[in-house]
């Protein structure tokens, strides 16, 4: 059974940096499209950044240039590199693994931008 556990979320001022990882446990890793979402209280979940089997990444357009997304195949990881945070970055993010087989979520981690 695949399971995706998210770590690094914490608190950090306006213009602070994070990096969230997620571990997949499970076979298939490097199959798989890898992607983050964020949710803030009272909005809907999005699409932050994505990353596919062959590398191609997708950015939404609010966080393009200060979120960089990466993958380590050997270690089944998946990060995000979050840059220049904005208290509108503010939201639990949530790690999300997609194949033809397979969508798959954890846990979420909280990420709280201080103004």
């Known amino acids: 059974q695949v399971q995706l556990v998210e770590s690094g979320g914490g608190l950090v001022q306006t213009g602070g940096s994070l990096r969230l990882s997620c571990v997949y446990s499970?076979?298939?890793?490097?199959?798989?499209?890898m992607n983050w979402y964020r949710q803030a209280p009272g909005k809907q979940r999005e699409l932050v950044a994505g990353?596919?089997?062959?590398?191609?990444?997708y950015y939404a357009d609010s966080v393009k240039g200060r979120f960089t997304i990466s993958r380590d195949n050997a270690l089944s990881t998946v990060y995000l590199q979050m840059d220049s945070l904005k208290a509108e970055d503010t939201a639990v993010y949530y790690c999300?693994?997609?194949?033809?087989?397979?969508?798959?979520w954890g846990q979420g981690t909280q990420v709280t931008v201080a103004s």
């Open positions: 999300n693994a997609v194949r033809w087989d397979l969508n798959t």
């Open positions: 990353l596919s089997h062959t590398y191609e990444e």
């Open positions: 499970g076979t298939g890793f490097s199959g798989n499209a």
